[in-house]
């Protein structure tokens, strides 16, 4: 290279540029293979997880040049780390897995950047192996139900064991919040709170209450769901 460049930026001088190349090159193999995981692994639309897969690709890559050009300086380290603390995000990572996956790719180029590649090319079958474990062996995770406000109408004369009993098999933590009666004491308007249970569904929770004998009226709400 010209004495012109070399002397205008001197700190390359201790990396070659060939050992530059070789490592970025393994962070792209390396990240390819994170996000190759994170998708065989990944159990949701394929569209958000090849986004969050280009990320892990481009963040294993930058990891290890921001490694690369700290080297051994640590005032240089410092540097860096105040400079890239103005930098925020606006995304927020849903899935605690997805957050694990983005530390993957970043000990991947942080390793790799600092010359270290027998951490990843040991660490990553693991991790894979793990993450393939749980996505095969978790056949039914749990599904997070949504809380429920239901509100019904009832005739004086309306059973409240038998409704208290059709709203305990449809959801869980069934709790009663209101009483009062309307249109002048003719009806009986109740409200109840809980979270819609595994194998039922507003629907099936709306049918049910109908069938009960003095139900008049039944409404069904889903205030998580309302506020999206």
Same mark, same amino acid.
């Given at each position: 290279m010209p004495d012109w460049f070399t002397d205008a930026f001197p700190s390359d001088a201790e990396l070659r540029w060939v050992n530059i190349l070789v490592r970025l090159f393994a962070a792209l193999v390396l990240g390819? !293979? $994170?996000?190759t995981i994170y998708v065989s692994t990944r159990k949701r639309h394929a569209s958000s997880a090849t986004d969050l897969s280009q990320t892990l690709l481009l963040l294993a890559i930058v990891i290890a040049m921001i490694t690369l050009a700290i080297g051994n300086n640590t005032a240089r380290a410092f540097s860096l780390v105040g400079a890239l603390a103005i930098v925020r995000f606006r995304s927020v990572v849903e899935d605690p897995r997805d957050t694990a996956f983005v530390i993957l790719a970043v000990a991947v180029g942080l390793a790799v950047g600092a010359g270290f590649i027998l951490v990843p090319l040991l660490g990553l079958p693991i991790a894979g192996f793990v993450a393939w474990w749980f996505s095969n062996r978790v056949v039914a995770p749990f599904r997070a139900? =949504?809380? *429920? %406000? $239901?509100? !019904? %109408?009832?005739? =004086?004369? *309306?059973? =409240?064991? %038998? $409704?208290?009993?059709? !709203?305990a098999s449809h959801l869980d933590g069934c709790r009663e919040k209101r009483i009062e009666t309307v249109k002048k004491g003719t009806l009986v308007e109740l409200v109840y709170t809980g979270r819609m249970k595994q194998?039922?569904?507003?629907?099936? !929770? $709306?049918q049910a209450l109908q069938s009960c004998p003095g139900v008049v009226g039944v409404e069904v709400l889903f205030p998580e769901s309302a506020s999206t």
């Open positions: 390819s !293979l $994170v996000a139900m =949504p809380s *429920c %406000r $239901v509100s !019904l %109408r009832t005739e =004086p004369g *309306c059973s =409240p064991a %038998r $409704v208290q009993q059709t !709203l194998d039922s569904d507003g629907h099936a !929770l $709306v």
